[in-house]
């Protein structure tokens, strides 16, 4: 099944998409095009899925947005005239959509040389004045206001917290927002589902069996241990999808980012299973309207793409039976930018039966 398109340079196997199943609809808004997508099944935490608890306004009339132009952010930004901070601001993009959406004044804070760039751009584009870039990392920088009211950011990484500047948002919330502030986007669900990889997984981990003639299985080991941040094709996909986590960035504590989560994945059909395959949702709930993206397979592409984890056995499952287990994710103790997974699996099944721990690492 060929699927992958360009390789990802940060890993030893990585390469680099869709959607999960399928009981309850959330409108997703695309700044380019607007689509469906659904949302998981089997989520532990329906929070997110349910159209009866997501977001009272998917469906309802906008009274505030009736008869103009305007987006849910040109509300927040009109009707509060908000400052704002731009945590890990980048290019300064999204600094310059809450400048252009009436924000009242904007920190852009980037420790990067991209600062001086951030700088640049506002320039050019005549929002000196709404925007201020700052150099420096956010836990060190002090800023000319005593809080702002809303914190927007762009922190996740492949896996969603692969780099783990989620702790870095963390902090500038706990410092640095008022009490009722917004954080932008505000929840976020990982995703866990299992494919028929065969080709692929030929190709980057059985290859080692065998290199010319020669032995390199030791590096198999290691290729197996590097999840593959990777597209995948949502034909590939065999069982339900399951929600891992759901985290709510406005309330969390650091430490929820390292969590263990139990996880059922029911086969639709009879296939085998090569992989399993985690990918992650992110909302703004606090918006009028439920907006966000899906990075899973029946998605449209993204920069994070999904990230495949090869088991070391190939299993043979029936349609009806389970892949029951848990994936632990935790911060790397010595480099706590790297994420460790522990995926614990089994499956009883008529033409398969194993039981098996497998360690990965993120880096
Ligand atoms: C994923 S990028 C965001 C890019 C930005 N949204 C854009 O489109 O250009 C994350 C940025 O956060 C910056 N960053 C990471 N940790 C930071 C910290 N502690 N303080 C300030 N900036 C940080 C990185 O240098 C990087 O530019």
């Not at 987006?71 to 009707?79: E, G, M, W």
């Not at 709930?285 to 056995?313: A, I, M, N």
Request: aromatic share 8%; proline share 3%; hydrophobic share 35%.
């Amino acid at each position: 099944m060929g699927r992958r398109k360009n390789s990802n340079d940060n890993n030893m196997n990585q390469s680099s998409h869709s959607h999960h199943s399928h009981n309850s609809k959330i409108r997703f808004e695309d700044p380019e095009e607007e689509e469906e997508t659904t949302q998981c099944s089997n989520n532990l935490d329906e929070s997110m899925c349910d159209p009866e608890c997501s977001d009272k306004a998917i469906d309802e009339p906008n009274d505030v947005m009736e008869g103009d132009d305007k987006t849910s952010a040109d509300y927040y930004f009109d009707s509060y005239s908000h400052f704002v901070l731009d945590v890990g601001a980048g290019t300064g993009i999204l600094s310059l959509f809450c400048a252009k959406a009436g924000a009242a004044h904007v920190y852009a804070v980037e420790c990067s040389h991209m600062a001086d760039m951030a700088k640049e751009i506002v320039e050019a584009n005549g929002f000196s004045n709404v925007i201020t870039v700052l150099k420096g990392k956010i836990e060190e920088i002090d800023l000319p206001v005593a809080k702002v009211d809303i914190i927007i950011s762009e922190w996740m990484g492949y896996f969603l917290l692969f780099e783990n500047m989620l702790n870095t948002v963390l902090h500038a919330r706990d410092k640095w927002l008022v009490d009722d502030g917004v954080v932008l986007p505000d929840k976020t669900s990982l995703y866990l589902t299992a494919i028929e990889d065969a080709e692929y997984k030929d190709d980057k981990i059985e290859f080692w069996n065998n290199v010319y003639g020669f032995d390199m299985s030791c590096i198999k080991k290691q290729a197996l241990m590097e999840p593959l941040v990777d597209t995948v094709d949502q034909n590939q996909i065999v069982t339900n999808c399951q929600l891992l986590k759901t985290m709510d960035i406005s309330k969390m504590a650091p430490g929820d980012a390292s969590f263990t989560a139990p996880f059922k994945l029911v086969a639709e059909r009879d296939d085998y299973i090569h992989a399993l395959v985690a990918y992650f949702d992110v909302s703004f709930t606090k918006c009028h309207k439920l907006t966000g993206f899906s990075t899973g397979p029946r998605s449209r592409v993204t920069h994070w793409k999904q990230t495949v984890l090869y088991l070391e056995d190939v299993l043979t499952i029936c349609e009806g039976e389970a892949i029951v287990g848990s994936l632990a994710v935790a911060q790397n103790k010595k480099n706590p930018r790297d994420v460790d997974i522990m995926l614990k699996y089994s499956l009883n099944g008529r033409r398969c039966m194993v039981s098996k721990t497998q360690h990965y690492k993120m880096r």
